[in-house]
């Protein structure tokens, strides 16, 4: 499967679990109201209300546009490519070529990021 296809099986059954959550509550607050048991109505009335916020976020997700292209967002798992600053004219200064950290010379990894030298 693709991903374009499985986006959609997941917003039918997300839109059909909360129309079939709405009309239980419905259903369920009916039965409750016929029973006179009256305490029981406040589950009901706050399951309605949450069924139906996500019915209208859905319906507002839906409505926008499909064409318009994706963010391009960079991965969060990737570190960007850091080139190393230029190493000052005194003897023995170094840096990190990952994170710019100034190191001493009998550093063997780096005490910011981590990084073997």
């Known amino acids: 499967m693709d991903r374009d ?9 997300t839109l ?3 129309v079939f959550a709405l009309v239980f ?3 369920w607050c009916a039965m409750v109201y016929a ?7 406040i589950p009901g009335i706050l399951f309605v209300g949450l069924s139906g916020y ?13 064409k318009k292209p994706p ?4 991965e969060p798992w990737t570190k960007p490519d850091v080139a190393p600053p ?5 003897e023995g200064s170094r840096f990190c070529p990952y994170c710019a950290e100034p190191l001493e010379p009998q550093f063997a990894f780096c005490p910011k990021c981590g990084r073997r030298l």
């Open 5 to 13: 296809t499985e986006r959609k099986a997941g917003k039918a059954m």
């Open 16 to 18: 059909g679990m909360s």
């Open 25 to 27: 509550s419905l259903i």
């Open 35 to 41: 029973m006179g048991a009256w305490f029981m109505l």
């Open 54 to 66: 996500r019915l209208a976020i859905l319906w507002k997700l839906s409505r926008e546009d499909p």
């Open 71 to 74: 963010q391009d967002r960079p």
């Open 86 to 90: 230029r190493q000052p004219a005194g």
